[in-house]
């Protein structure tokens, strides 16, 4: 069996001195998405910091390819090959998009690279990334792990406040960098887009994995989700994870 | 009067590069620096010392500006080590702290302003031209092209670099910064470094004139300070401008007797008069509420 991508074995994680994440492990294989699932609160993001090196982790081991990093700080563990696309589409607003791709770039793999996946920012290269709209930001943060030439990359839901076609969009992103052979570790708030591209899932509760298994079995058995997520039996009717995104839903576009 | 006005050209330039040092190391690292000017004091002192003790001018140089630049170094270590978490006002209450602590340990090693006061070499000293009674010093020139050099040289560093992009986005946002694999603490250090380099420099460039004692170097950050709000702590051309502004309105307010005894209240009135005029479309509750 290959060694994983990304290892996680027994980590704990602290918020403020409280306890956040309970001895999770997992593994994320290469040139695969994995998808991390949980209600609002389970710790999904406190893991994706810990392992990004944005929260100290108080247990366990992180490791990289089989190479510990858990001690490493943030910039050795990018460096290291572990991209992180944050929760709040974090460009730097100042810089051009250009140049936002120019900084992260460590490798061969340069700009044209980000513009290949998404041609769109091809046309925006000499704009400020804070004059973006908000699903051409997100592609940015997306692009500029890309360049930073990863073999991991972390994406913590992405998807918030855009529209359902730049949802996609973004999702099929994804599954390029996944061509590209890289390994994804997705927080999606719509479990189902996230699980028709995954091939193995975990469902954080509490700060512990309280399921894990393939993607398939989550997709197929919406009350088998939903117990993962609650750890109870669907009420009928009742608030479960997101499906789909609302082909209502507003974009949210402010820059 | 225009002999006066241009003394304040001198004091102008070397204010507007204190002031640029003040405004890079805010904008860089996130540090209103108040131990610049003490830091600077301490290299230009090591140097003097240096050739005090029969060391030849041309080694004592480097010597004080590497002295600077360590001192610089180690504040700036503490402050990435310690405190590289903490908000832009603790960073600055502990920048206070070790500036009071380094005035202490300098007047202690160096003396005071009537007992410590040293002849440190005056390179540019003699006059690059005169017409008339007006007589223009080597030093004007000196310290407005170094003030000029930096301010263009930074901007091309800062838009033409990868370095100065990385440092830009560091500035920005330094946590996500380190998440596409910046090395945070090591460039903020060599920022320090930097820092604390050019102002022995300017600092060895203004002691002549000033007395050339350790208590009213240190204390140049005060005018330092008011230079870099003029510049609003963020634009290098205006912080520029201010310096010379500031500069030549002390050599005005000294050739004027009327008011040649309130001229050091000079900067903060041009600091009053900005402040009102930037904020004079604010509405106070939306501008000032916490």
Same mark, same amino acid.
């Given at each position: 069996?290959?060694?994983?991508?990304?290892?996680?074995?027994?980590?704990?994680?602290?918020?403020?001195?409280?306890?956040?994440?309970?001895?999770?492990?997992?593994?994320?294989?290469?040139?695969?998405?994995?998808?991390?699932?949980?209600?609002?609160?389970?710790?999904?993001?406190?893991?994706?910091?810990?392992?990004?090196?944005?929260?100290?982790?108080?247990?366990?081991?992180?490791?990289?390819?089989?190479?510990?990093?858990?001690?490493?700080?943030?910039?050795?563990?990018?460096?290291?090959?572990?991209?992180?696309?944050?929760?709040?589409?974090?460009?730097?607003?100042?810089?051009?998009?250009?140049?936002?791709?120019?900084?992260?770039?460590?490798?061969?793999?340069?700009?044209?690279?980000?513009?290949?996946?998404?041609?769109?920012?091809?046309?925006?290269?000499?704009?400020?990334?804070?004059?973006?709209?908000?699903?051409?930001?997100?592609?940015?943060?997306?692009?500029?792990?890309?360049?930073?030439?990863?073999?991991?990359?972390?994406?913590?839901?992405?998807?918030?406040?855009?529209?359902?076609?730049?949802?996609?969009?973004?999702?099929?992103?994804?599954?390029?960098?996944?061509?590209?052979?890289?390994?994804?570790?997705?927080?999606?708030?719509?479990?189902?887009?996230?699980?028709?591209?995954?091939?193995?899932?975990?469902?954080?509760?509490?700060?512990?994995?309280?399921?894990?298994?393939?993607?398939?079995?989550?997709?197929?058995?919406?009350?088998?989700?939903?117990?993962?997520?609650?750890?109870?039996?669907?009420?009928?009717?009742?608030?479960?994870?997101?499906?789909?995104?609302?082909?209502?839903?507003?974009?949210?576009?402010?820059? | 009067?225009?002999? !006066?006005?241009?003394?304040?050209?001198?004091?102008?330039?070397?204010?507007?590069?204190?002031?640029?040092?003040?405004?890079?190391?805010?904008?860089?690292?996130?540090?209103?620096?108040?131990?610049?000017?003490?830091?600077?004091?301490?290299?230009?002192?090591?140097?003097?010392?240096?050739?005090?003790?029969?060391?030849?001018?041309?080694?004592?140089?480097?010597?004080?500006?590497?002295?600077?630049?360590?001192?610089?170094?180690?504040?700036?270590?503490?402050?990435?080590?310690?405190?590289?978490?903490?908000?832009?006002?603790?960073?600055?209450?502990?920048?206070?702290?070790?500036?009071?602590?380094?005035?202490?340990?300098?007047?202690?090693?160096?003396?005071?302003?009537?007992?410590?006061?040293?002849?440190?070499?005056?390179?540019?000293?003699?006059?690059?031209?005169?017409?008339? !009674?007006?007589?223009?010093?080597?030093?004007?020139?000196?310290?407005?092209?170094?003030?000029?050099?930096?301010?263009?040289?930074?901007?091309?560093?800062?838009?033409?670099?990868?370095?100065?992009?990385?440092?830009?986005?560091?500035?920005?946002?330094?946590?996500?910064?380190?998440?596409?694999?910046?090395?945070?603490?090591?460039?903020?250090?060599?920022?320090?470094?930097?820092?604390?380099?050019?102002?022995?420099?300017?600092?060895?460039?203004?002691?002549?004139?000033?007395?050339?004692?350790?208590?009213?170097?240190?204390?140049?950050?005060?005018?330092?300070?008011?230079?870099?709000?003029?510049?609003?702590?963020?634009?290098?051309?205006?912080?520029?401008?201010?310096?010379?502004?500031?500069?030549?309105?002390?050599?005005? !307010?000294?050739?004027?007797?009327?008011?040649?005894?309130?001229?050091?209240?000079?900067?903060?009135?041009?600091?009053?008069?900005?402040?009102?005029?930037?904020?004079?479309?604010?509405?106070?509750?939306?501008?000032?509420?916490?």
């Amino acid at each position: 069996m290959s060694v994983p991508a990304l290892s996680l074995k027994d980590v704990s994680i602290k918020r403020a001195d409280v306890p956040v994440v309970h001895g999770v492990s997992l593994d994320v294989e290469p040139a695969s998405v994995t998808v991390l699932l949980g209600a609002n609160g389970a710790g999904k993001t406190t893991l994706m910091d810990g392992i990004a090196g944005l929260a100290r982790t108080g247990g366990g081991t992180v490791e990289l390819d089989g190479h510990r990093v858990d001690k490493l700080p943030t910039y050795r563990r990018a460096q290291a090959g572990l991209a992180y696309v944050e929760q709040a589409r974090t460009v730097f607003r100042t810089l051009t998009v250009e140049q936002n791709l120019l900084v992260s770039q460590t490798g061969d793999r340069g700009p044209e690279a980000a513009y290949r996946l998404f041609p769109e920012l091809d046309k925006r290269r000499t704009l400020q990334a804070g004059s973006l709209s908000g699903g051409e930001q997100q592609m940015l943060v997306l692009g500029r792990a890309l360049v930073s030439g990863p073999q991991t990359v972390l994406i913590d839901e992405m998807s918030a406040g855009l529209a359902p076609v730049v949802v996609r969009r973004l999702m099929r992103a994804v599954t390029d960098l996944v061509e590209l052979g890289i390994a994804v570790l997705l927080i999606e708030q719509f479990a189902h887009l996230a699980l028709e591209i995954g091939s193995r899932a975990y469902v954080l509760r509490k700060g512990r994995v309280a399921f894990e298994g393939a993607c398939a079995d989550l997709r197929d058995d919406s009350a088998r989700l939903h117990a993962a997520y609650f750890g109870t039996a669907q009420p009928h009717g009742g608030p479960g994870p997101a499906d789909r995104p609302r082909p209502d839903a507003a974009e949210s576009e402010r820059p | 009067m225009v002999n !006066s006005v241009i003394a304040g050209l001198t004091s102008g330039g070397v204010y507007a590069l204190l002031g640029l040092c003040v405004v890079l190391t805010y904008r860089l690292v996130a540090v209103v620096n108040f131990t610049m000017a003490a830091v600077g004091a301490m290299g230009a002192f090591v140097m003097v010392s240096l050739t005090d003790a029969g060391v030849s001018a041309w080694l004592a140089l480097p010597v004080g500006v590497a002295a600077g630049a360590a001192l610089s170094a180690a504040l700036g270590a503490v402050l990435v080590r310690w405190f590289g978490g903490h908000g832009q006002n603790t960073k600055a209450a502990v920048s206070v702290a070790l500036y009071v602590a380094l005035m202490a340990v300098g007047l202690r090693l160096f003396g005071s302003t009537t007992t410590g006061a040293h002849s440190f070499p005056r390179p540019f000293d003699a006059p690059v031209f005169s017409a008339g !009674s007006v007589v223009v010093p080597q030093s004007a020139l000196v310290s407005l092209a170094f003030a000029v050099l930096i301010t263009a040289g930074v901007g091309l560093v800062l838009h033409r670099t990868r370095v100065g992009l990385r440092l830009q986005a560091l500035s920005e946002q330094p946590s996500t910064a380190q998440v596409v694999g910046i090395a945070a603490p090591r460039l903020a250090l060599v920022v320090w470094v930097v820092i604390g380099a050019v102002t022995t420099l300017v600092i060895l460039l203004v002691a002549p004139r000033l007395g050339g004692d350790f208590s009213t170097l240190g204390k140049l950050i005060n005018t330092a300070l008011a230079v870099a709000m003029l510049g609003a702590f963020r634009s290098l051309p205006l912080t520029l401008a201010g310096g010379l502004v500031l500069g030549c309105l002390e050599g005005l !307010s000294a050739a004027v007797e009327a008011v040649q005894q309130y001229q050091g209240v000079v900067p903060f009135l041009v600091i009053v008069v900005l402040l009102w005029w930037r904020s004079r479309h604010e509405v106070w509750d939306t501008a000032h509420s916490r």
